[in-house]
């Protein structure tokens, strides 16, 4: 069977000489999952990590845990987060594990160095070795461990695909992309817990129907909404409000979300993936048409998970579809096209997306 090849979307230079390249999939679909436009294949089977957080976040509120044990949307935000191990990461975790009965030594995933370069330098001056409590998935271990408690269901091995626990999440994943469960893979990631696979767009449709509920419930208010709606609403809310929690300073979650306000809600994934969720506007209606303002939602997946390719590509992305003002795209200009320095800070080349969107009909 051939190899397929695709288009460079993102090109590396140095001294103005191509020195790497680096295919991406790109699927941007409106509030109905309906694909608007596509790069590469919009379809290619996806092992999202960590960008499935939101969904599995959702079967987690749908315990009744979160009211349950009095997570407020902090946690909730760290739930649905890749955090950075900062001490306020490692703090809430702990916080958030007291309220819930639970210790450290019951969280299922396990220390590792840290996403962020400054946290790493502290620890190895402090001879410090992480446990479970600092992993980057603290808030969704926890979240697993309070919803096996409002389940009442044994903790033990609320990691394990067959648990009570992890079979729940898995139908409520599937339903939040429109799939039936035999519609979605599963493998296990890097902190220890199921991780899904589905087709790019899907990821997208996830996106589009977070904001596309934050629309609608402050429309209507929650009480007026469909009790999903008002959930994924919730998590739209939690993360945009508290991006400090969902990735950590200088990170390009929090940095994407600051600078857009609570406009969009973006969470990355490990090894190239990435979604977006944008609510209605001016701005997306002149994609969606006939439908008026609609949320729209993208998914990019890098194909080598290049993860300074991958922020360039989500930066044009929203610079292709209009999604944004000068003053947003100068705070994410160190993203959209990062320049190369040496080790005497001397500039050597550059990052440059090369993506162009194709309308599909």
């Known amino acids: 069977m051939a190899k397929q090849t695709f288009e460079p979307a993102v090109t590396v230079y140095r001294g103005g000489i191509v020195e790497t390249t680096h295919a991406a999939h790109i699927a941007v679909v409106d509030a109905d999952g309906r694909l608007l436009y596509a ?31 009095g997570f407020d949307d902090a946690d909730l935000a760290l739930m649905c987060g890749s955090n950075s191990s900062e001490d306020r990461h490692v703090a809430r975790t702990r916080q958030m594990l007291a309220k819930i009965a639970a210790q450290e030594s019951d969280m299922r995933c396990g220390g590792h160095p840290p996403i962020s370069d400054a946290v790493y330098r502290d620890w190895i001056k402090r001879d410090f070795t992480p446990g479970p409590a600092c992993s980057n998935c603290s808030g969704k271990h926890v979240g697993m461990l309070a919803a096996a408690r409002a389940m009442a269901v044994p903790i033990d091995d609320y990691h394990l695909p067959e648990h009570p626990l992890q079979i729940r999440v898995r139908h409520t994943v599937a339903q939040a992309c429109g799939l039936p469960d035999e519609g979605v893979q599963w493998a296990i990631d890097g902190c220890n817990l199921p991780t899904p696979a589905f087709e790019l767009d899907r990821l997208a449709r996830l996106y589009a129907s977070l904001a596309d509920a934050a629309d609608l419930t402050g429309a209507q208010g929650s009480g007026a909404v469909p ?18 929690m969902v990735a950590g300073e200088g990170r390009f979650c929090t940095t994407l979300m600051e600078a857009f306000g609570g406009a969009l809600v973006g969470k990355v994934g490990a090894d190239g993936s990435y979604a977006v969720g944008v609510r209605a506007s001016a701005q997306t209606a002149r994609h969606t048409g006939e439908a008026g303002q609609r949320a729209l939602g993208f998914a990019v997946k890098m194909e080598d998970g290049n993860q300074a390719a991958l922020h360039a590509v989500v930066v044009e992305v929203l610079a292709q579809l209009g999604i944004g003002t000068p003053a947003q795209f100068e705070a994410l200009a160190r993203f959209h096209a990062p320049r190369i320095s040496n080790t005497k800070g001397i500039e050597t080349g550059g990052v440059s997306a090369k993506v162009k969107l194709a309308a599909q009909e």
């Open 39 to 69: 790069w590469g294949d919009p379809h290619r089977l996806t092992l999202v990590r960590s960008a499935a957080k939101p969904a599995q976040a959702l079967a987690v509120i749908e315990t009744g845990a979160l009211d349950r044990f």
């Open 227 to 244: 009790a999903r709606t008002a959930a994924l609403a919730r998590i739209y809310r939690a993360m945009t409000s508290h991006p400090e």
